[in-house]
């Protein structure tokens, strides 16, 4: 059996790739490595988000592991212009997957992306992985295992949250394990 443990990123002072976390999300951070360094972590995967990989930093130092960036744990772009109307426009795209606005990706796209890395990772010798990434990715690489997560789900993510999922043979399980 396969356990990753999915972590959306602590509270970080904005959305743009080089926004550092916040002093509380560093004190968030630290809380997350004595959460995480007694469940023999075997390999940490995280976006290369400023605030996701500092999210994970206390634990890799604890841990001695490597925080392996992938892309593909970025976070997802609604649409490369302003939009005043965001909120809506996303919740339209949990309606329709295959919406793509301009200059961004559909939840589609995302969750493809979402689902190579969770493939490649399902293949490899450890059983217990972490993956850190961000709200609407983490809600899709949710939706991987459970189709119950969706727009609704997103904005019940704390900053940061924690999901266990437990994949054997025949199905996965996810599980809440943070708050």
Request: hydrophobic share 40%; charged share 25%; net charge negative.
């Amino acid at each position: 059996m396969k356990t990753i443990y999915i972590v959306r990123h602590a509270r970080a002072a904005g959305q743009p790739f080089h926004a550092p976390l916040t002093e509380e999300g560093e004190q968030q951070a630290v809380q997350l490595a004595t959460f995480l360094e007694i469940r023999s972590i075997q390999a940490v995967y995280s976006s290369p988000f400023v605030r996701a990989k500092d999210t994970i930093a206390p634990f890799a130092k604890r841990s001695g592991l490597t925080v392996q960036e992938d892309d593909r744990l970025g976070e997802r772009v609604l649409s490369d212009q302003d939009l005043p109307d965001w909120m809506e426009r996303l919740k339209n795209s949990f309606d329709d997957f295959s919406l793509s606005l301009p200059g961004g990706e559909s939840n589609q796209m995302a969750m493809e992306r979402a689902r190579s890395f969770v493939d490649e990772v399902l293949k490899k010798k450890e059983d217990r992985i972490v993956c850190v990434s961000h709200g609407n990715l983490t809600t899709l690489l949710l939706r991987l295992f459970d189709d119950s997560y969706g727009y609704s789900e997103l904005f019940a993510l704390s900053n940061p949250d924690v999901y266990i999922v437990e994949v054997g043979e025949a199905r996965a399980s996810v599980r809440r394990i943070w708050g």
